[in-house]
């Protein structure tokens, strides 16, 4: 797995096969790329929908790498 937190953007988590429960619902994730908001200000929570560009969101870049 490979977490990389974008400059000035999301986190990206880079996995195999992911699921995520809301609401108490089970949901398979077909996308091998989770991109998470770091901004607050997305509609689509905990993803990121591209509100960083617009709210002019500032951070570092981080590269994780899991074995």
Known sequence: MKIKINENGPILIEVSEAK???????ESLTS?????CR????S???FC????RKCEFKGELLEIYIK
């Not at 995520?20 to 089970?26: P, V």
């Not at 091998?32 to 998470?36: E, G, V, Y």
């Not at 901004?39 to 997305?42: A, E, L, R």
């Open 49 to 52: 929908d591209g509100t960083h």
């Open 20 to 26: 995520i429960i809301r609401g108490g619902k089970e």
């Open 44 to 46: 689509n929570k905990p």
């Open 39 to 42: 901004c607050g200000q997305s």
């Open 32 to 36: 091998k790329t989770i991109a998470l």
